[in-house]
Nanobody
Framework: QVQLVESGGGLVQAGGSLRLSCAAS????????MGWFRQAPGKEREFVAG????????FYADSVKGRFTISRDNAKNTVYLQMNSLKPEDTAVYYC??????????????WGQGTQVTVSS
């Protein structure tokens, strides 16, 4: 088991930045691939970014490439999502996810509770 807790969401104006954090506890964090997903009102949850266990491979949805950066600090058991040049369409609940075997936009076994990101125009 691994427990995930997201933080860092909030209200920001279009063009602004936020950094989300996801703190993990339980099993060895460095064994897990991590991902960020989001779900906007009335829409299905979608993949945003993923990172492998070492941080050496990253994956992004086309909609966030060049604006968002995923990273991890295995010493701190934390994964981050740096979000720049935010747009109103980035408004969603953002979820952190972990899995031992998947990569990128695959299926994840463990999920956090989510953090709200709202981008005003």
């Amino acid at each position: 088991q691994v427990q995930l807790v997201e933080s860092g969401g909030g209200l920001v104006q279009a063009g602004g930045s936020l950094r989300l954090s996801c703190a993990a506890s339980g099993r060895t964090f460095s064994a897990f691939a991590m991902g960020w997903f989001r779900q906007a009102p009335g829409k299905e949850r979608e993949f945003v970014a993923g990172i492998n266990w070492s941080g050496g491979r990253t994956f992004y949805a086309d909609s966030v490439k060049g604006r968002f950066t995923i990273s991890r600090d295995n010493a701190k058991n934390t994964v981050y999502l740096q979000m720049n040049s935010l747009k109103p369409e980035d408004t969603a609940v953002y979820y952190c996810a972990a899995d031992l075997t998947t990569l990128g936009a695959g299926t994840y076994d463990y999920w956090g509770q989510g953090t709200q990101v709202t981008v005003s125009s």
